[in-house]
């Protein structure tokens, strides 16, 4: 949910001080913070962030067009292979530190109505959720934060005891949507709307959606602005069903997901025999691999739950990018489908779902060979 975009004032106390810069100064705060989490200074972010705020930059700017942007640029170094695991954790833990030190310095007396944000359960990337709650705090909603990783179970008891206006729940792996759709079943029918927000539920909401959410917001400012617009409407059916997707009747999802371990056991044997390169395959390539394709499965899982193929694609697409950054060749990719597509044979969606993507992606391996 912080992706820049152009805030769309809903009423007098949305616009922005008058002393705020412009967004062009923005940028030399961003490269000092980034420079100061890459290093893991934390004082020195701190410091980064309160210079801005003393310049006169607007709290809402800095959270999200300063330490936004540095978490952003995180995670695309992260993927290019610039920048260790180690280092993105690090920067990761500085910039929540950061939001933070930014809340603690700027307080608004909350004179709107209680909203809870709060995580799927299963995703750890708590920062988008953490910024939203930032965010609403300046606005002056009162925040329950909830932070990552948040079961449902635990989600309602809250809601059931503070009866918040709306949840809003944060998702940034695709993978947990099953869970996002258990989760915001479970809040409606507590009677309380949701909004849902991340990279989880699509660039343009659909799975949101898909899955009963009252509303989608493609990042915080968004959010904040849906929110202060006015309270999103009331759960029409709050006795929805989990399963009340219709292609789910087919089972495929289930069987996929309870075979999960046995699929990817398979797989990694039938790759050793085909790629006769990993059996000199130190420990660390082989946890990875088996990682790798149990991420396959999962993708397999899901784009079955929701019935869209292309979230199967684009993560194959996004793989590939990821293994060729690491200078490991994304054609073994091809062999896995083709042996995961033999261990599912009987079931037909799958086995149409792999043969589109193996094609997808054995042409667009054949046209970065060609163009390179």
Same mark, same amino acid.
């Given at each position: 949910m912080t992706d820049p975009t152009t805030r769309t004032p809903t009423g007098p106390e949305e616009t922005l001080p008058q002393h705020s810069l412009p967004q062009h100064s923005l940028p030399r705060y961003v490269d000092a913070l980034w420079a100061a989490a890459i290093a893991g200074d934390e004082y020195g972010a701190t410091d980064v962030v309160f210079a801005a705020l003393d310049a006169g930059v607007d709290p809402e700017a800095v959270l999200l067009d300063v330490v936004g942007a540095v978490q952003r640029r995180v995670g695309r170094e992260w993927a290019a292979n610039r920048i260790s695991v180690a280092q993105e954790h690090t920067a990761t833990a500085i910039d929540e530190r950061v939001v933070g030190a930014v809340g603690h310095r700027v307080r608004t007396e909350p004179? !709107?109505?209680?909203?809870?944000?709060?995580?799927?359960?299963?995703?750890?990337?708590?920062?988008? #959720?953490? &910024?939203?709650?930032?965010?609403?705090?300046?606005?002056?909603?009162?925040?329950?934060? &909830?932070?990552?990783?948040?079961?449902?179970?635990?989600?309602?008891?809250? %809601?059931?005891?503070?009866?918040?206006?709306?949840?809003? %729940? $944060?998702? $940034?792996? #695709?993978? !947990? &949507?099953? =869970? #996002?759709?258990? =989760?915001?079943?479970?809040?409606?029918? =507590?009677?309380?709307?949701?909004?849902?927000?991340?990279?989880?539920?699509? $660039?343009?909401?659909?799975?949101?959606?898909? %899955?009963?959410?009252?509303?989608?917001?493609?990042?915080?400012?968004?959010?904040?602005? !849906? %929110?202060?617009?006015?309270?999103?409407?009331?759960?029409?059916? $709050?006795?929805?069903?989990i399963d009340d997707l219709p292609h789910l009747g087919d089972q495929e999802y289930t069987m996929v997901t309870r075979t999960t371990p046995q699929l990817v056991k398979a797989v990694y044997t039938g790759l050793e025999q085909r790629l006769p390169v990993m059996a000199r395959y130190t420990e660390q390539q082989r946890q990875h691999t088996a990682e790798d394709l149990e991420h396959i499965v999962q993708f397999l899982a899901t784009a079955l739950y929701t019935g869209d193929d292309e979230l199967f694609g684009r993560f194959l697409s996004w793989t590939a990018e990821i293994l060729e950054a690491r200078s490991v060749p994304p054609g073994f990719l091809v062999p896995a489908l083709d042996l995961l597509g033999a261990e599912l044979r009987d079931f037909p969606r799958a086995t149409a779902l792999l043969e589109g993507a193996r094609a997808q992606l054995a042409a667009s391996i054949i046209g970065a060979r060609e163009s390179a």
């Open positions: 004179h !709107r109505g209680r909203i809870a944000v709060a995580c799927v359960d299963g995703e750890w990337h708590a920062l988008p #959720a953490r &910024l939203l709650a930032e965010v609403l705090r300046l606005r002056g909603f009162r925040v329950d934060y &909830l932070g990552a990783q948040v079961p449902a179970p635990h989600l309602v008891e809250h %809601l059931q005891r503070t009866a918040p206006e709306a949840v809003a %729940l $944060s998702g $940034s792996i #695709a993978t !947990r &949507l099953p =869970t #996002a759709h258990a =989760t915001i079943t479970a809040c409606r029918a =507590t009677g309380v709307p949701v909004i849902a927000g991340g990279a989880a539920f699509g $660039s343009d909401g659909h799975y949101a959606r898909l %899955l009963g959410a009252e509303a989608w917001a493609p990042d915080a400012r968004a959010a904040a602005d !849906r %929110l202060a617009a006015g309270p999103l409407p009331r759960p029409q059916n $709050s006795t929805q069903a």
